[in-house]
């Protein structure tokens, strides 16, 4: 299950029934659970622990230093989920002491060639990233967020759960969830129906959030203001998630203002 080719170097920890292709490299601190596949050429670096089940495409590097001036070879790890499939030339790095000295990726996510996840990111669950997306330094982004190919995402950007953003969009500010964003600087495009109609089981809850985007993108009332209103009369669970969303984000919203 491990070609002879392939660099282990010694402090590894290799789990149950892993295979490592020909000329892989795994550094001496680098932690792999059980059933996970590393194709040829790959390279799997720094303080990283992977969990179970995932793939690993040829020549993906994982782990490698942080791409930021200030880092100074501390010792930041890379922590990744299980069930993840990570495609040919992706590149993730570890964090940086500037924040909590860790980036972190869930369960189930696919990243697809060429993709970017820069250190301090934090990566849900069940989330699709497609060819060439990249994204800087302390992103987050919640469960089942779509990003699409050649989409850059700015530093310290929030990405709501189900938010879908269209390829080739150049994302600055925070996308709340259920939403579509798209462009460059990417501007909400309404919801994301066709997600919240396969994840919601009630109608009425999706018909709920509509009623609360349109009061809010489209009113023209200060947002902030309107969603902190809002809050205070609501009852339901995906409008309270949009809502304190709003509220709460520092780079502010990726809408157009309506005058």
Same mark, same amino acid.
């Given at each position: 299950?491990?070609?002879?080719?392939?660099?282990?170097?010694?402090?590894? $920890?290799?789990?149950?029934?892993?295979?490592?292709?020909?000329?892989?490299?795994?550094?001496?601190?680098? @932690?792999?659970?059980?059933?996970?596949? +590393?194709?040829?050429?790959?390279?799997?670096?720094?303080?990283?622990? #992977?969990?179970?089940?995932?793939? +690993? %495409?040829? %020549?993906?590097?994982?782990?490698?230093?942080?791409?930021?001036?200030? %880092?100074?070879?501390?010792?930041?790890?890379?922590?990744?989920?299980?069930?993840? $499939?990570?495609?040919?030339?992706?590149?993730?790095? @570890?964090?940086?002491?500037?924040?909590?000295?860790?980036? #972190?990726?869930?369960?189930?996510?696919?990243?697809?060639?060429? =993709?970017?996840?820069?250190?301090?990111? +934090?990566?849900?669950?069940?989330?699709?990233?497609?060819?060439?997306?990249?994204?800087?330094?302390? =992103?987050?982004?919640?469960?089942?967020?779509?990003?699409?190919?050649?989409?850059?995402?700015?530093?310290? =950007?929030?990405?709501?759960?189900?938010?879908?953003?269209?390829?080739?969009?150049?994302?600055?500010?925070?996308?709340?969830?259920?939403?579509?964003?798209?462009?460059?600087?990417?501007?909400?495009?309404?919801?994301?129906? @066709?997600?919240?109609?396969?994840?919601?089981?009630? $109608?009425?809850?999706?018909?709920?959030?509509?009623?609360? %985007? $349109?009061?809010?993108?489209?009113?023209?009332?200060?947002?902030?203001?309107?969603?902190?209103?809002?809050?205070?009369?609501?009852?339901?669970?995906?409008?309270?998630?949009?809502?304190?969303?709003?509220?709460?984000?520092?780079?502010?919203?990726?809408?157009?203002?309506?005058?």
């Amino acid at each position: 299950m491990i070609h002879q080719t392939a660099i282990i170097e010694d402090g590894a $920890k290799i789990g149950e029934n892993v295979e490592i292709g020909a000329y892989a490299y795994i550094g001496k601190n680098v @932690t792999i659970g059980d059933n996970t596949k +590393i194709s040829h050429h790959a390279t799997i670096e720094g303080v990283t622990t #992977i969990g179970k089940g995932n793939e +690993i %495409y040829p %020549y993906a590097t994982v782990g490698t230093a942080p791409q930021d001036l200030k %880092y100074n070879k501390e010792d930041t790890e890379l922590i990744i989920g299980d069930n993840n $499939k990570i495609r040919e030339f992706t590149l993730i790095n @570890t964090g940086t002491i500037q924040d909590n000295g860790k980036t #972190i990726i869930g369960s189930n996510n696919l990243f697809m060639g060429y =993709v970017h996840i820069a250190h301090d990111c +934090i990566i849900g669950n069940n989330c699709i990233f497609a060819n060439a997306a990249t994204l800087a330094g302390h =992103v987050h982004v919640d469960d089942g967020a779509v990003v699409g190919g050649m989409t850059p995402i700015h530093q310290f =950007v929030h990405i709501g759960a189900l938010a879908m953003i269209a390829g080739a969009s150049a994302v600055s500010q925070d996308v709340p969830p259920f939403c579509m964003v798209e462009g460059n600087r990417a501007k909400l495009r309404g919801l994301n129906l @066709t997600g919240l109609r396969r994840k919601f089981d009630n $109608k009425n809850d999706i018909d709920e959030v509509k009623k609360v %985007y $349109k009061e809010l993108f489209e009113s023209g009332k200060p947002l902030k203001e309107n969603a902190k209103n809002l809050l205070e009369n609501s009852k339901n669970q995906y409008v309270i998630k949009l809502l304190e969303f709003v509220v709460n984000s520092k780079r502010g919203i990726a809408y157009d203002r309506k005058m």
